[in-house]
């Protein structure tokens, strides 16, 4: 599936910013089974350095000076990207969990997973979502079974709903209102998986949404998206995973890159001087080509 991405996020300030320099993480990462056709990060007003790299994780890194004053700051991503991700294994081949939580005693093959087993600065270990989590993994479960039969639990039992969560919110508040957006489900699920001892990645990009039945496609309407890579072992490696869809990503997922939770992530960080209070406007277009 071959899909062009527009991500473009506008900073509003009451008052001129002299100086800023941003860190943008906006570009798609290329992967066995993500070709990146095309990239570009577009400053508006233009940066007057602009450079790029990779982050601890492999994620691609761009970094944006402005030295004029300027009352606004728009970052925007246009890329076109083809997906096509590997089938998962069938879930009843998948090791029992416990062999999988071994992960953190290290080894040949586990180096790449062992990282993404312990605690993070927004995944938090939480008894309570332990609890919830250990119900989907009894003894000698497959990990994957145990994988997919959370994702269900997870659709039934929380509502979308936007504004009820921020970016800081622990993961035990999430499970006690039971409601939160992708982020929430994401944190959620990793913490209780970690706490299994199962490695688990925060992984950030785009699903393609749709409109309702007979309307017409609306400009903006696709969302900035987050889910969860699983590790299932040295056999069959990581398999990322939607909680809030309730579905193994396959066909309609692009992504930007992973980590530990979503501040390894952030798509746009900096440190301004002046501009006072501010406004943000994010608006994202995944479309199919």
Same mark, same amino acid.
């Given at each position: 599936?071959? $899909?062009?991405?527009?991500?473009?996020?506008?900073?509003?300030?009451?008052?001129?910013?002299?100086?800023?320099?941003?860190?943008?993480?906006?570009?798609?990462?290329?992967?066995?089974?993500?070709?990146?056709?095309?990239?570009?990060?577009?400053?508006?007003?233009?940066?007057?350095?602009?450079?790029?790299?990779?982050?601890?994780?492999?994620?691609?890194? /761009?970094?944006? $000076?402005?030295?004029?004053?300027?009352?606004?700051?728009?970052?925007?991503?246009?890329?076109?990207?083809?997906?096509?991700?590997?089938?998962?294994?069938?879930?009843?081949?998948?090791?029992?969990?416990?062999?999988?939580?071994?992960?953190?005693?290290?080894?040949?093959?586990?180096?790449?997973?062992?990282?993404?087993?312990?605690?993070?600065?927004?995944?938090?270990?939480?008894?309570?979502?332990?609890?919830? !989590?250990?119900?989907? $993994?009894?003894?000698?479960?497959?990990?994957?079974?145990?994988?997919?039969?959370?994702?269900?639990?997870?659709?039934?039992?929380?509502? $979308?709903?936007? /504004?009820?969560?921020?970016?800081?919110?622990?993961?035990?508040? !999430?499970?006690?209102?039971?409601?939160?957006?992708?982020?929430?489900?994401?944190?959620?699920?990793?913490?209780?998986?970690?706490?299994?001892?199962?490695?688990?990645?925060?992984?950030?990009?785009?699903?393609?949404?749709?409109?309702?039945?007979?309307?017409?496609?609306?400009?903006?309407?696709?969302?900035?998206?987050?889910?969860?890579?699983?590790?299932?072992?040295?056999?069959?490696?990581?398999?990322?995973?939607?909680?809030?869809?309730?579905?193994?990503?396959?066909?309609?997922?692009?992504?930007?890159?992973?980590?530990?939770?979503?501040?390894?992530?952030?798509?746009?960080?900096?440190?301004?001087?002046?501009?006072?209070?501010?406004?943000?406007?994010?608006?994202?277009?995944?479309?199919? !080509?």
């Amino acid at each position: 599936m071959r $899909f062009q991405v527009e991500h473009a996020t506008t900073f509003s300030y009451a008052e001129p910013v002299d100086l800023a320099c941003h860190m943008v993480r906006l570009l798609p990462r290329p992967l066995p089974y993500q070709q990146v056709i095309t990239s570009e990060v577009i400053a508006d007003p233009a940066a007057s350095r602009h450079s790029e790299g990779v982050d601890h994780f492999g994620n691609r890194v /761009g970094w944006l $000076f402005l030295d004029r004053p300027h009352p606004h700051f728009t970052v925007t991503l246009k890329a076109e990207v083809e997906v096509d991700f590997p089938r998962a294994p069938a879930p009843e081949s998948t090791p029992p969990w416990e062999e999988v939580a071994t992960a953190r005693d290290g080894g040949p093959l586990q180096w790449q997973a062992a990282e993404f087993v312990f605690e993070s600065p927004m995944v938090a270990a939480d008894p309570d979502v332990a609890a919830y !989590v250990a119900q989907s $993994f009894p003894a000698g479960r497959p990990v994957l079974v145990g994988v997919i039969d959370l994702l269900d639990r997870i659709r039934q039992d929380f509502r $979308f709903q936007a /504004g009820v969560t921020t970016i800081a919110t622990p993961v035990g508040r !999430v499970l006690a209102q039971r409601a939160g957006v992708c982020q929430d489900f994401s944190h959620l699920m990793i913490s209780g998986l970690r706490s299994l001892g199962l490695p688990s990645r925060y992984v950030s990009g785009y699903i393609r949404t749709r409109p309702p039945p007979g309307q017409v496609r609306r400009r903006g309407a696709d969302q900035s998206h987050a889910w969860v890579g699983c590790w299932l072992g040295p056999a069959h490696g990581w398999v990322d995973v939607d909680p809030t869809n309730n579905l193994i990503v396959r066909d309609e997922h692009v992504v930007l890159g992973w980590g530990r939770d979503y501040g390894d992530l952030s798509p746009v960080r900096g440190v301004i001087l002046g501009g006072g209070a501010h406004s943000l406007d994010v608006r994202v277009d995944l479309l199919a !080509v």
